[in-house]
Each structure stands twice: as structure tokens, then as C-alpha cells.
């Protein structure tokens, strides 16, 4: 990527980003999956195991700035639990629309996340990252039986080092990216 300066004042400050973005994890919504039954109204180029336990629920777009993705959680016994993210909207799972849930390195073994990577038609940046986390074996009193809870990552946030020529040391900065502007 090309370098960027920005003025302030009388320094100047030079930097370049380096084309990813960063889920925000500080700041996750819940999302309460519900049992889905009806596998005939979707299709899957890999379909879920015989037996397995679906729940569905709506992924929050902040690219459409709505919960517009239709997601499945398969819960099948002895196998690792997956997520099924209709990205691209049209009613069907590909492969690459399958996502493996996972303990994050050193996290909980209760709380398995997978990153979601959405186009993004931008001058700089390719994806919009989403985190989705399955909170395994949560009791709670507003989750009926049968429905699991996930949490998502709305917002990223884009890293960049720079350096000032007025000064020697390096810093970097963290700000929150608005992909609807």
C-alpha cells in the first residue's frame, strides 16, 4: 500500500496501512439461534450430518447495516461444531460459506469464535471481518430449550503504524472504520 500523510499543524505524519481490517471484540451483540427444522427451504454444497442439531439465526451486515445473514449452527455429536453463513445471499452454503468453530488460542474451551470475511467493494480495504463466537452451553433465562447463544462483532477497525518526522519514535493508530461512507 502506498504511504499517507496527514498534517497537523506544523508535523508531519507518515504512515501506510496494511490492507486489513480488525474485528472489534470489545463490543459484541447477542444473538439468540433458534431450532431450524425446515432444511428443504436451503441448500448445501456439504450438508450437515444426519442427526445433527440446527439452529439458525441472522447475522448483523454492517456493510447493509441489517441483520441480513442467514446462519446455521451444526451441532453433531463427536464432530467439531460448524457455522453455515449465506454471504452471499442467495439461499445456498458453499464450501467456502462453511466455517469451523474454535477455541480461540488459550481462550475457553466453552466459547468457540470463527472469523467471517465479508467482500468488501473498497478502495483500500478487500474483506470486512466479522467474529462469531458460540457460547457452548449457556443457560440463560431468556434462551428456550433448544436455542443457542452467539455473539458477533459489528465494527473493525483499521491499524496503522506511522512515524512523525518531527519525531524519532513510532506509534500507531487505531480507528474504527464506518463502511457505509
Do not use: H
Not at 433448544?146 to 455473539?151: A, K, P, T, V, W
Amino acid at each position: 500500500m502506498p504511504a499517507i500523510g496527514s498534517y497537523a499543524g506544523d508535523t508531519e505524519f507518515v504512515g501506510s496501512l496494511d490492507g486489513e481490517l480488525v474485528p472489534n471484540t470489545e463490543d459484541l451483540d447477542q444473538i439468540t439461534f433458534k431450532p431450524f427444522r425446515n432444511l428443504s427451504s436451503v441448500k448445501f454444497v456439504t450438508a450437515p450430518p444426519e442427526g445433527a442439531v440446527i439452529t439458525a439465526g441472522r447475522l448483523y451486515d454492517p456493510l447493509r447495516d441489517k441483520s441480513a445473514i442467514l446462519t446455521l449452527l451444526v451441532l453433531a455429536e463427536d464432530e467439531q461444531p460448524m457455522l453455515y453463513a449465506d454471504i452471499d445471499g442467495d439461499s445456498s452454503f458453499s464450501a467456502s460459506e462453511r466455517f469451523p468453530m474454535e477455541p480461540e488460542d488459550g481462550g475457553s474451551p466453552w466459547i468457540l469464535q470463527t472469523t467471517l470475511q465479508l467482500p468488501f467493494k473498497n478502495a483500500l480495504f478487500k474483506t470486512y471481518p466479522i467474529i462469531v463466537q458460540y457460547w457452548k452451553g449457556v443457560e440463560w433465562d431468556e434462551l428456550k430449550e433448544g436455542e443457542n447463544l452467539l455473539m458477533q462483532s459489528k465494527a473493525a477497525s483499521q491499524k496503522a503504524p506511522y512515524r512523525s518526522k518531527a519525531r524519532k519514535p513510532s506509534c500507531s493508530t487505531d480507528s474504527t472504520l464506518n463502511p457505509r461512507r
